[in-house]
């Protein structure tokens, strides 16, 4: 779905994770935001690309770095090197603090770097922070919600 084209309330995301408990508390926290979140969940680079090709852009990826086979490093190197998704907004979403991952990704141009949380407030948080940076995408010169500039 090209991002112009889609309703403001409208977000079609495409989330990159291999743990399904965390894929799903996600999923249960942006059920409760005001913008319809359309998400499809792949386990794995090869699964996130299929999506991609198969159905065009979405208007976010949340990308895991911690993935089996390729991680998302090597995905965010691959987004970024190609002139059909080199646009795509990628907010990393992982459980790695640490600060060469942080550099790593920033260099890479993720858009966004945020740490998944370790309890539900936390995912809520996260949600949130997504939503708010979904709506500064969505409509230009709309101010983010508060502490959503996690990174990038």
């Not at 309330?9 to 942006?30: F, I, Q, S």
């Amino acid at each position: 779905m090209d991002r112009s084209s889609a309703p403001r309330g409208t977000c079609d995301v495409l989330l990159v994770e291999d743990n399904l408990a965390d894929a799903n508390l996600l999923l249960w926290c942006l059920a409760d935001a005001r913008t319809e979140f359309k998400i499809h969940v792949a386990r794995d680079s090869e699964a996130a690309f299929e999506h991609l090709r198969a159905h065009g852009n979405p208007d976010l990826v949340l990308l895991d770095l911690n993935l089996p086979g390729r991680d998302g490093r090597e995905i965010l190197d691959d987004i970024r090197s190609d002139p059909r998704w080199s646009a795509l907004p990628v907010v990393i979403l992982t459980s790695s603090q640490a600060q060469a991952d942080i550099r790593t990704c920033t260099e890479k141009r993720a858009s966004r770097y945020l740490t998944k949380p370790l309890n539900l407030a936390g995912y809520e948080e996260i949600a949130r922070a997504i939503e708010g940076y979904w709506l500064s995408l969505a409509e230009p010169g709309a101010p983010e919600t508060p502490g959503t500039a996690a990174g990038g």
